[in-house]
T-cell receptor, first 116, second 113 residues
């Protein structure tokens, strides 16, 4: 069984400030981890993924995330927020291994607001 | 060119009706998925097909029936629509193997009145 918890349904930052969106996972087998972004009335876009290679993963739009097995965390960060980063962010997990067929379990989402 | 497309984008219908949503991908992927996003934005997988074979079938009312005529297309038919079926339905696709990195369509917003 697997689950994802995103701490904080809303995060508000000023433009230029650090963005930190928290994600903790629970998985009975080694996981693959993903961050997706959803802009209003759009589909989900993959930001980055962890697939058991490097624990620090760099993604698009300046985002990165660090896999910490001891903390079962995969927090998303960006050093300097832009107004265009305002969106909803979803953390997701799937079990590594072929029998899962990529079945994603999503967290509840975090809405990021960026103030000028 | 749109990678994963869905039709229609919006669907408003009355309770009891039957409706279908279509999905097509031009990425050359062999695995496709249906997800439901409820009013609280919670996303949950419903079904997945790999090369026209059903491989994921979550606990979903049997009023929902997916069909995959080929590996580039996945449709979702819903019978006897209920108010609780109102949601945004997303199609996604991936290549099988590895992390099954999924690419999502723009969604179909279904409103049942």
């Amino acid at each position: 069984a697997q689950s994802v918890t995103q701490l904080g349904s809303h995060v508000s930052v000023s433009e230029g400030a650090l963005v930190l969106l928290r994600c903790n996972y629970s998985s009975s087998v080694p996981p693959y981890l993903f961050w997706y972004v959803q802009y209003p009335n759009q589909g989900l876009q993959l930001l980055l993924k962890y697939t058991s290679a490097a624990t620090l993963v760099k993604g698009i739009n300046g985002f990165e995330a660090e896999f910490k097995k001891s903390e079962t965390s995969f927090h998303l960060t960006k050093p300097s927020a832009h107004m265009s980063d305002a969106a909803e962010y979803f953390c997701a997990v799937s079990p590594a291994g072929g029998t899962s067929y990529g079945k994603l379990t999503f967290g509840q989402g975090t809405i990021l607001t960026v103030h000028p | 060119d749109t990678a994963v497309s869905q039709t229609p984008k919006y669907l408003v219908t009355q309770m009891g009706n039957d409706k279908s949503i279509k999905c097509e991908q031009n990425l050359g992927h062999d695995t496709m998925y249906w997800y439901k996003q409820d009013s609280k934005k919670f996303l949950k997988i419903m079904f997945s097909y790999n090369n026209k074979e059903l491989i994921i079938n979550e606990t979903v009312p049997n009023r929902f029936s997916p069909k995959s005529p080929d590996k580039a297309h996945l449709n979702l038919h819903i019978n006897s629509l209920e108010l609780g079926d109102s949601a945004v339905y997303f199609c996604a696709s991936s290549l099988s193997g590895g992390s099954y990195e999924q690419y999502f369509g723009p969604g179909t917003r279904l409103t049942v009145t």
